[in-house]
């Protein structure tokens, strides 16, 4: 291979660690997420519970994630136009962000409205506010109608840049996190 093929046919990788951090990540969501719809239509109270200890494991995945990502190098950014390159980093800023908010707010949420948090019967997550109820509403409305609409939009955002990258540019950027 000459020099010029190596250039474009060489992927540079996330480390393995991040990799796994990110489609752990992306399955602790969609499972919390489904838990939710399945309680949404049953009103199967075991179902709102594991809703709750999924979302809570996500939160401590995000700070075992978020320290990782402050200690490796990420790989050289692909070129592409600097409008493209902000964007993306402010996404991904907004979709940790969201995805630590997320399961804050719902711990509160449920905190503040005075219910513990059974963590799959391991170990319980003890009240440790005092409870009120217009803090729980406070923090179920930010839960529902703030970010839960944010962590749409930019999870479809990203989805959207990364098929635009794999169908359109066709620069197996992808494969980066693969
Ligand atoms: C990133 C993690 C989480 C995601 C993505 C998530 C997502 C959602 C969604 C989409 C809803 C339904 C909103 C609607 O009614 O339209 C919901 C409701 C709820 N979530 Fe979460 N959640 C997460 C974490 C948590 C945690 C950690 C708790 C509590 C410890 C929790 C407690 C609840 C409760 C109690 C409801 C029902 C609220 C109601 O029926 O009024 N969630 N969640
Ligand atoms: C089909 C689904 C997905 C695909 C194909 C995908 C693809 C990618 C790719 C290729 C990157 C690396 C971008 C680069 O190297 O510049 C990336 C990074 C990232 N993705 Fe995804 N992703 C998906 C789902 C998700 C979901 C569901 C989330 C969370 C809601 C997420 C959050 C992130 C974050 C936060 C980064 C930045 C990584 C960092 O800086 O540590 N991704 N994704």
Known sequence: MDKVQSRTFAIDKWPV???????ISALLLLITWVLIVLYENTDNKFY????KAFGV?????MFARLINRL?????????MPNWQELLSKLT?????AMLI???IAGLLMSMYGGRPVDMFG?????????????????????HTSIIWP?????????????LYHQFIKKDRLINRML
């Not at 962590?151 to 990364?162: E, M, N, Q, R, V």
């Open 17 to 23: 660690i991040s990799r796994f951090f990110h489609w």
């Open 48 to 51: 709102i519970g594991l809703h």
């Open 57 to 61: 494991s996500l939160l401590f995945w």
């Open 71 to 79: 200690f490796i190098k990420a790989p050289p950014e692909v070129s």
């Open 92 to 96: 991904h800023f907004a979709l940790y």
């Open 101 to 103: 908010a997320m399961p």
């Open 122 to 142: 391991l170990f319980e997550i003890p009240i440790f506010v005092t409870p009120d109820r217009s803090m729980a509403r406070f923090f179920n409305d930010l």
């Open 150 to 162: 944010m962590i749409i939009a930019f999870t479809l955002a990203h989805i959207g840049a990364a």
